[in-house]
């Protein structure tokens, strides 16, 4: 709908909507942390499924086990029950 639309639009109206709309970030300025600590339980385990079909740990994904001296080990090998 925008793009058959936008063509109507003068220059300065589209201009003036995406400042209204659109901010400038800084990626360096944006804190993740929340956004890693939300997402790092579903991935490990995915990545625990993932290491049990290939048979290999992914001690390179620093991000998923960081703060974890356990790198690369599944729920399984550290022995915590992962059924649910």
Do not use: H, K, N
């Amino acid at each position: 709908a925008w793009a058959r639309m936008r063509r109507f639009l003068p220059p300065a109206v589209r201009w003036l909507g995406r400042r209204l709309t659109e901010s400038r970030i800084v990626p360096a300025a944006v804190d993740v942390a929340p956004a890693i600590a939300f997402v790092r339980p579903i991935l490990r385990e995915y990545t625990e499924q993932l290491t049990r079909m290939l048979g290999r740990t992914f001690p390179e994904w620093s991000t998923l086990y960081a703060g974890d001296d356990t790198s690369g080990t599944t729920a399984a090998d550290r022995g915590r029950d992962t059924s649910g």
